[in-house]
């Protein structure tokens, strides 16, 4: 399956109470650069976000955006300071007893007073708090996997086409080639009957000097190997996978072959096929930036 570079992805669950959000959005960069974005108190996860993004992505600038909302049970644990609570207690019945005054000591009466209360925020189990988040990433990976592979359909059957093209301009070349040499033979027939006139022609030297532009402008190798790099092309893209630096590398190849054409060939008719192999190339090279 062929991969975009592009995507998005979501996913979100409520997980020991708290709900959590992880988003995924990514561009095209030659190199994997992940950026995380969440709440500084959370950033113990960072590591483990980056490598599940690592097992799952080889190429593009992947920003990852984290949202944790507070937790259903509260983060907030209540107790009584029960050495300031007894100390309270007892300063009030010896102040009742003293002063032989009304029993009024009452749990509203003690809460009043500073410090009764302890109010502590809860400790973080820091690893489980880190697997939620993972887990939740998980379905937004998942999420931006499936637009991925479906932008990555749409640029394999794009350079397919584009291939496809390539192939028939290349046919055209091959059926127009060794017409060029007898066309060249034929001009210099006409041109050499026309300076000499009356004087009998010399047959082999317009032999030689044929064979020696036909060398010159043979493309019968570099059709060839264009050929091989079609098939090559067609092949890559039927596996699937990482390929984008391979198809990156293969094009350079489509490239130098479609340049050798067009400086060795003299003939306009082919000149206008490699100008269009060529723009069918650019085109590929422009689709294969986008693909892992």
Do not use: W
């Amino acid at each position: 399956m062929v991969k975009s570079m592009t995507g998005y992805g979501r996913g979100e669950a409520v997980l020991r109470g708290r709900p959590i959000t992880v988003e995924l959005r990514s561009v095209n960069n030659r190199y994997l650069d992940c950026t995380v974005k969440m709440p500084r108190i959370y950033v113990f996860a960072e590591d483990a976000i980056k490598s599940r993004v690592q097992a799952h992505i080889s190429r593009g600038k992947v920003d990852v955006f984290v949202t944790i909302g507070p937790s259903e049970s509260g983060d907030i644990s209540i107790s009584v300071n029960k050495p300031v609570a007894d100390g309270y207690y007892k300063a009030l019945c010896e102040l009742r007893d003293s002063y032989n005054l009304r029993d009024d000591i009452s749990v509203s009466l003690l809460s009043r007073f500073q410090d009764v209360f302890l109010v502590e925020k809860t400790q973080e189990d820091l690893e489980a708090m880190s697997a939620d988040i993972c887990s939740v990433l998980e379905l937004a990976l998942k999420d931006f996997d499936a637009m991925r592979e479906r932008e990555g359909e749409k640029l394999r059957q794009d350079v397919e086409s584009r291939a496809k093209t390539i192939s028939a301009l290349t046919g055209k070349v091959e059926e127009r080639a060794p017409g060029i040499v007898a066309d060249y033979r034929a001009r210099l027939s006409a041109k050499m009957a026309e300076v000499l006139q009356n004087t009998q022609l010399d047959e082999s030297r317009i032999l030689t000097e044929a064979a020696i532009f036909a060398d010159k402008v043979a493309v019968d190798e570099e059709l060839v190997r264009l050929r091989s790099h079609l098939s090559q092309l067609e092949h890559m893209l039927n596996q699937g996978g990482i390929l984008g630096r391979k198809l990156d590398f293969l094009i350079q190849e489509f490239n130098r072959e479609a340049n050798t054409i067009g400086s060795k060939c003299s003939d306009l008719e082919t000149a206008g096929y490699v100008v269009d192999i060529k723009a069918e190339i650019e085109k590929i090279r422009e689709q294969i930036q986008n693909i892992e």
